[in-house]
């Protein structure tokens, strides 16, 4: 894929790798470390679904991550999808501009995210992120750019088959669990939190020095990303080491967030992750997130805590990990341990 000129809507001119962008050495990816042998678990949705249910479950177990092939979404709207993303982040900082928002409560922004280094000095992350609603999209339709033309028609359609495939995983998920098919649907509550993200990665100079997107679990509960072919920078932790996670055709990334490691009662992993840039491509990447509704009682679902496995965090509101979440911005958040139980 050819990179055209990308220009931050907050910042003018060409990126370039100022202090702003380098991590503390501690912070920095060392990327000859990562581990080539190991792979993220690829599950085909074409298998008969016990089976898919069980390798489901297992990847859920060991990995917290895995990838969908078959997935039923066509693979021109996911093309259709990721050109209307990058295009938008390929604007002129101008046409940018008006997203942007430093403002955590609004529905529609384009921000970059930052960390903390040892003197509390905010360090850039080489990267720029575009958040709003997938669903529902009426509301905020307005709100979405103009610019690429076909953005909010092509984003509602895919938000569409979205909708389709999330309740699909919740239910294999939930199935997983020993549970009803539509349990973590149902303790999710009424109005999930939908929203998606996009996230442009521009080559960068050196990647040793920087990260396009810090350590982080997912504080939602199911996320799907869709990703530049051909192009790795996702990585995640598997027994302590850092691990790539391929670029394969048509397929889909998963990962769980905290809220399922929680209602799963530590059963199913929300894993740490982090996306580290490339020398020479651009990556782009795109995650639909499905998270409770703020009023949603979050904890270890009954029907999984016995005597070998007591409950191992206290219920909670969503909005109340929320103001947690918040309240620790910047750092390597520890969310999900506040509402820990300890015996
Ligand atoms: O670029 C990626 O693949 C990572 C996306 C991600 O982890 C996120 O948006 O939470
Ligand atoms: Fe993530």
């Not at 990847?59 to 039923?72: D, K, S």
């Not at 509960?221 to 869709?226: C, E, F, G, H, R």
């Not at 192009?231 to 399922?260: C, H, M, R, Y």
């Not at 496995?309 to 109340?320: D, G, Q």
Request: proline share 7%.
């Amino acid at each position: 894929m050819a990179t055209k000129t990308f220009r931050l809507a907050n910042g003018g001119g060409p990126l370039s790798l100022t202090p702003k962008y380098i991590l503390p050495q501690e912070k920095r990816p060392t990327l000859s470390e990562i581990s080539i042998l190991a792979s993220i678990p690829i599950i085909d949705l074409k298998e008969p679904s016990a089976l898919v249910v069980e390798q489901i479950s297992k990847a859920c177990e060991e990995y917290g991550f895995f990838q969908i092939i078959n997935h039923g979404i066509p693979v021109e709207l996911c093309d259709k999808t990721m050109a209307v993303i990058t295009d938008f982040f390929e604007l002129p900082p101008e046409e940018k501009a008006p997203f942007f928002s430093t403002d955590l409560t609004k529905q529609v922004k384009l921000f970059n995210y930052f960390v903390k280094d040892g003197s509390q000095n905010k360090v850039s992350m080489w990267s720029e992120c575009f958040s709003h609603p997938w669903h529902p999209l009426d509301d905020i339709i307005h709100l979405l750019p103009q610019n690429p033309p076909q953005y909010r028609e092509v984003v509602a359609e895919y938000a569409k088959e979205i909708g389709v495939l999330m309740k699909r995983l919740l239910s294999l998920i939930s199935q997983g669990l020993g549970l009803e098919k539509d349990c973590l649907e149902k303790k999710l509550g009424e109005k999930p939190i939908l929203r998606a993200q996009g996230n442009y990665y521009p080559p960068c100079p050196d990647p040793e020095l920087t990260l396009g997107l810090n350590v982080h679990t997912d504080l939602n509960a199911l996320t799907i990303v869709s990703q530049t072919e051909g192009v790795t920078g996702l990585q995640v932790i598997k027994d302590g080491k850092w691990v790539a996670v391929e670029s394969i055709p048509n397929a889909f990334v998963i990962n769980l967030g905290d809220q399922i490691q929680v209602l799963s009662n530590g059963r199913y992993k929300s894993v740490h992750h982090r996306a580290v840039t490339n020398k020479t491509l651009k990556r782009v990447s795109l995650a639909t997130f499905y998270a409770p509704s703020r009023d949603a009682i979050i904890g270890p679902i009954e029907d999984l805590i016995d005597e070998q496995h007591p409950a191992v965090y206290r219920k909670f509101h969503y909005s109340e990990f929320l103001d947690e979440f918040y309240k620790q911005e910047g750092t390597r958040r520890m969310v999900k341990e506040i509402f820990e139980l300890k015996y």
